[in-house]
């Protein structure tokens, strides 16, 4: 047996190789539906981690913190990817992090995508919530990874870099598969509300010598009421946004042709 200390200093004993969502299901259902990922002696894992040694262990949930929200809004954009796949099956994929607010996911399509498109593929994102499809993890050798993505040139130039003998971990959702170090949700039905929020160009690696690729930015939430506060918030800031005021009380204003620096009023 092992035991495996919480946060709160209490030690539980449970079976080598039993899996962090096994733990949290010990500790309480409650727990286990709504846990996102685990932290092993300070590192993030996937819930679908085996522990083999005592350790320290953190079960995160979506409100218990950032490493919570993020493999939460990490799986919420691979929902998107899937959306995306399913639209325009043509797309090619390059990264899909979670970051601070919500998430993004970088696509190379033919042209950039119209509100139409972002509305369509809002529509097919919580139709594949709804499915509740399955999240599986599995790892494969270089060279296989490397057939696996072989109509995927961004995915075989992220595999190329990785170090020879490295586990190279994907996740599979149905029929979208994506390399990907995780954590991830157990199924797409865990996400509850999603919204896409904007989009822009971006060139592939943040370099303006490769490809310009088009970015979503979306955000998800466990409750409807998280994004309307969400929302809100987001508007609130707007109004205060330093450009508007600064233009509005005659401080300063911004034009088109030098957006990066703002040109002092009398
Ligand atoms: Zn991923």
Redo the contacts with the bound molecule.
Sequence with gaps: MLKVTLKDDSVIEVKKGTKIIDVAKKISEGLARVATCGEVNGEVKDLRFELEDDCNLVIHTFDSSLEGKQAYW??S??IMAQAVKRLFPDVKFA???AIKEGFYYDFDVEKPFTDEDKAKIEEEMKKIIKEDVKIKKFSLPKKEALELMKDQPYKQELIEELPEGEEISF?KQGDFT?????P?LESTGKVKTIKILSSSGAYWRGDEKNKMLQRIYAISFPKASQLEEYLHLLEEAKKRDHKKLGKELELFMIAPEGPGFPFFLP
């Design positions: 990490h799986t954009s691979h990264i899909g992090p996740y994506d390399l990907c170090a995780g991830h």
